[in-house]
């Protein structure tokens, strides 16, 4: 990226792309602020026209992520169809597509240190995602009866923790290459082991 950009108006998504080209090759922490300047063909004072500082990049970076993410979310789940069951295991499937497709914007999002406290912007969009997971999971628990459901928000959480795992573990670098399975069977084979054990789904045959 020249400083063409800049001068067409373009700087501050110029240097979002070079934080993500960098995060993907160094890490959320292994970059400076000098170095996207440098990529995006600025000095690193025009950074300080539309970012406060690296971690106001990084910020923004993940909320750009996490408007991706919500919206591959929706289309995963697609308002539940063509089954309560099958729209639950899309929203996990999703979280491994994502993080393998958009890896800068999954490292701001979730290995920067960010916290959604301090940054407003990430928390709204961001509960645009656990909205649609937890959809999905209320949408599958309404199959139990009300006694003996358990918080939607917590079977949210642990299919959320298990995808992540999966992907940390398994997904990450060399897709597969520290486990004898695919992570997408990984992954199918956690959940599954998950509902039977609350009851949503029969015992294996």
Not at 151 to 158: D, I
Request: hydrophobic fraction near 45%; avoid cysteine.
């Amino acid at each position: 990226m020249s400083k063409r950009g800049y001068h067409h108006g373009n700087l501050r998504q110029a240097l979002v792309e070079a934080a993500l080209a960098l995060i993907t090759e160094k890490g959320p922490q292994g970059f400076t602020l000098s170095e996207a300047a440098k990529r995006a063909g600025v000095t690193p004072a025009a950074v300080y026209r539309h970012f406060a500082g690296r971690d106001d990049l990084i910020a923004e970076a993940a909320r750009q992520g996490y408007e991706i993410f919500a919206a591959l979310m929706e289309f995963a789940y697609d308002n539940g169809r063509p089954s309560a069951l099958a729209a639950f295991e899309a929203t996990g499937r999703a979280y491994l597509a994502f993080a393998r497709k958009y890896p800068g914007h999954y490292q701001a999002m979730f290995e920067s240190g960010l916290t959604l406290n301090a940054h407003p912007e990430l928390a709204t969009v961001a509960a645009k995602a656990w909205a649609v997971q937890e959809a999905a999971a209320r949408q599958l628990s309404h199959q139990l009866p009300k006694e003996k459901r358990p918080p939607v928000s917590m079977v949210s959480a642990h299919i959320w923790a298990l995808s992540h795992g999966v992907v940390e573990l398994f997904a990450r670098g060399a897709p597969g290459a520290q486990s004898p399975y695919p992570p997408e069977d990984m992954l199918e084979a956690g959940i599954g082991i998950y509902l039977r054990g609350l009851g949503l789904l029969p015992p294996d045959s």
